[in-house]
């Protein structure tokens, strides 16, 4: 709550000391909850007395897989459910814990209405995984009834999907075998392209600029973008950043830009051009620090580099580098989104670039970066240069950027189109390959692909794509799925 006697104005007017329409505080980062739902039948203890301990013993024992399978995340499981009253504790501790996301697994059948008890009690209805499980993969053909009885979980698990569809609630289905270690990966994965969806919901993208004239396929619509995609676009206006820009302290500039011109080769750079880089750094630092921003995108050609001197490119790679901050260029707001998705589910910080060649040799793409990066794309510092900017567009100097090439090892690559009415997500995975590095004063990768370069290509370009891609080292295919369908939009894997 506001003090008394602070006047509460617009960011716009950018005197006050108070913003009525910026958060005065970094909003607290959420820690993921995830519930678990283990159900038996309460029937089956009486009729078999040594049924419900082996049955508690399973659910005991996959709740602690699923628990070393997000590690970080809290999952809370309050026991198994077999009666009425046990689905109300169970439905009650999880909406106290606020859970986003319920893995419902069934150590025998149990009819749904004890189920959807425990379901209902929750508050706001979580995301329901069902995981379809069994104590092994294979048939005993020993086994007595009571064994079929400790493995009736597909009755259980089929009748609900059934429930499920009649009442119109969504769902996701993993299948495996109850010590499957990959199937708690897929519903990790899941749970966590669940969360990070919600995340963005709560997210504020400034952006600083426009999306670059003539560039239709970047164009949005702030609506769609937040009635799909989630994050609200905020336009900053350059001044706001200029003036941060003025009051940064030339010493802290030259102090890191020394640390940065002693950290890596360089090649036709004078330290001028560093220091002026990082001094723009610095300034979008305190730029998305005073609005609580969670992501920045930027327009960087003509008006910034000419009153700055020097390009945002350098500045944008150390917010990424050094704060985990995801940065985007050319008002790439949809790319930014895929930026944040990507980083989130792999823990690596994506490269933004462009569809650049074709290469027969190799049947890979050339991707052509845009500036923005992170020296860890590298196999290692020494295979990172400083090099002026390729491109200038009115600033005095060199300016800088990182020339490096992505090393080997599977990467995921796409975007987030605009469709018009709404948004569809690109999803592409391939290898990054040993290649050497070509002096073009950028970032760059060469990305070997599983079918022939050139029917890719055709496929790309006849679905219509942006000339932007996201590319981040790692395999996020099935998060990114998974958080597509939770933001209600199309998915185009090629």
Not at 453 to 474: M, R, T, W
């Amino acid at each position: 709550m506001a003090k008394k006697n602070i006047q509460i104005t617009s960011f716009d007017t950018d005197g006050a000391g108070v913003f009525g329409d910026v958060l005065t505080k970094p909003l607290a980062q959420r820690p993921q909850k995830v519930g678990f739902l283990g159900l038996g039948y309460f029937e089956y203890w009486r009729m078999y007395p040594s049924l419900r301990s082996q049955v508690e013993g399973d659910l005991n024992k996959a709740c602690a897989r699923l628990r070393k399978a997000m590690p970080g995340v809290e999952v809370v499981y309050p026991g198994m459910v077999d009666t009425l009253d046990r689905a109300e504790e169970a439905g009650t501790a999880f909406h106290e814990a606020g859970i986003e996301t319920l893995v419902i697994i069934a150590g025998t059948y149990l009819p749904d209405f004890i189920t959807m008890h425990a379901i209902n009690r929750c508050g706001a209805r979580p995301e329901v995984i069902l995981f379809s499980t069994q104590t092994g993969n294979d048939v005993n053909p020993k086994d007595n009834y009571v064994a079929t009885m400790r493995n009736s979980a597909l009755i259980a698990i089929t009748q609900l999907s059934g429930s499920f569809k009649k009442m119109k609630l969504k769902y996701r289905v993993v299948v495996g075998e109850i010590a499957d270690a990959d199937a708690y990966k897929e519903i990790a994965g899941m749970a966590s392209a669940i969360y990070a969806a919600k995340c963005l919901t709560c997210a504020t993208y400034g952006i600083v600029g426009h999306v670059f004239r003539g560039m239709y396929d970047l164009e949005f619509d702030r609506a769609k973008i937040k009635g799909f995609l989630g994050p609200e676009v905020m336009t900053i206006q350059a001044e706001h950043l200029i003036n941060l820009w003025k009051e940064i302290d030339i010493k802290k500039s030259t102090r890191l830009a020394k640390q940065l011109f002693g950290k890596y080769k360089n090649r036709n750079v004078v330290f001028e051009d560093v220091e002026k880089s990082v001094r723009l750094g610095l300034a979008m630092r305190e730029l998305y620090k005073k609005f609580n921003l969670n992501g920045l995108c930027f327009l960087g050609q003509h008006y910034i580099e000419k009153m700055t001197g020097t390009p945002a490119r350098m500045g944008a790679s150390l917010l990424m580098e050094e704060d985990d901050f995801p940065v985007a260029c050319e008002g790439d707001v949809g790319g930014l989104v895929m930026m944040d998705l990507m980083r989130q589910f792999t823990g690596n910080m994506p490269l933004q670039a462009e569809w650049g060649q074709f290469d027969m040799a190799n049947n890979a793409l050339f991707m052509l970066g845009h500036g923005i990066g992170v020296p860890a794309l590298a196999k290692s510092a020494k295979n990172v240069t400083l090099t002026g900017s390729p491109e200038e567009w009115g600033f005095s100097g060199g300016g800088l950027n990182y020339e490096l090439i992505m090393k080997p090892g599977t990467v995921t690559f796409g975007h987030v189109l605009n469709c018009g009415e709404s948004y569809r997500m690109l999803i592409c995975k391939g290898e990054a390959i040993d290649y050497p590095t070509l002096p073009c004063n950028e970032l760059h990768a060469m990305v070997k692909l599983e079918r022939p370069v050139k029917d890719f290509l055709k496929d790309l370009i006849s679905n219509g794509v942006a000339h932007h891609a996201i590319i981040v080292h790692g395999d996020c295919v099935r998060q990114l799925e998974c958080a597509a369908e939770q933001m209600r939009i199309e998915t185009l894997k090629l």
